[in-house]
């Protein structure tokens, strides 16, 4: 249920002005039953000036008159036209100044990670303008080369809840359209729950990548092996001395 403005003001109007009970003061401006009795007991709300509902278009009198009367009656916030829609505001989200700086950061990650999601969805999570994420998209943007991609979650420029229901309509919509995903796309567009449950790929260490069919020998089967052993130990080949018989070497020991 709505709540006025300046509850505590208004609490403090009530008590001073109405007979209406205890608990139907704290149940129309969202206090607890103790608080309104400290305020009729000078302890809670010292110095505070009350508010007038009924002057201030919150409450009509014949409300009040109702609540006086009835002890169950709970009491019910004027209706003001001037005050409907208000909560679905459209533009985008107001970001503090203490956390703007980390925005663009914040549109990285989601353009690295979530290209599926729309201009317009990401300038809803993230409370930006649809110029600076093409920029980002197209790395154009004046700090591109300082920017690290960040969570916005993490960085609280939203909720976990309004990243996946984003991450889910944008699923729907480009399964509506037809289009064939790979398994790592299918995969970003699944909420953060359900990717967490999912079993990881395994994947060859870029260190050790191509060398699965590696092999000391060199390929050559056993034979061959052999075969290279026998004609390192010959000596003959090894030194490459010229072949000569036993009678030259009889003549060369006759000479001595």
Request: with cysteine; net charge negative.
């Amino acid at each position: 249920m709505a709540k006025p403005l300046m509850a505590k003001a208004t609490a403090v109007w009530l008590v001073d002005n109405t007979t209406i009970s205890f608990k139907q003061i704290a149940d129309f401006v969202g206090m607890h039953e103790l608080e309104i009795q400290g305020i009729a007991d000078g302890e809670v709300a010292v110095g505070v000036k009350g508010f007038d509902p009924v002057a201030n278009n919150q409450l009509t009198q014949d409300e009040i008159d109702k609540a006086q009367a009835n002890p169950l009656h709970k009491l019910k916030l004027k209706f003001n036209p001037a005050a409907a829609g208000e909560e679905k505001r459209r533009g985008p989200r107001y970001t503090p100044l203490s956390k703007r700086q980390d925005r663009p950061n914040s549109i990285l990650w989601l353009v690295k990670f979530h290209p599926e999601l729309s201009d317009g969805q990401i300038a809803k999570l993230v409370g930006t303008t649809k110029p600076t994420i093409q920029s980002i998209r197209e790395r154009t943007h004046w700090n591109i080369a300082n920017m690290q991609p960040i969570d916005p979650v993490a960085l609280g420029l939203c909720k976990q809840s309004e990243l996946d229901a984003a991450v889910q309509k944008a699923a729907a919509k480009k399964a509506a359209e037809g289009g064939v995903m790979s398994d790592d796309e299918r995969r970003k567009l699944v909420s953060t729950e359900q990717s967490l449950e999912m079993d990881a790929e395994p994947k060859i260490p870029t260190a050790i990548e191509g060398l699965e069919t590696f092999t000391l020998g060199g390929g050559l089967n056993d034979g061959e092996d052999e075969k290279k052993e026998e004609d390192v130990l010959d000596a003959d080949s090894f030194f490459n001395l010229p072949a000569g018989s036993d009678d030259e070497d009889d003549d060369e020991d006759s000479r001595y």
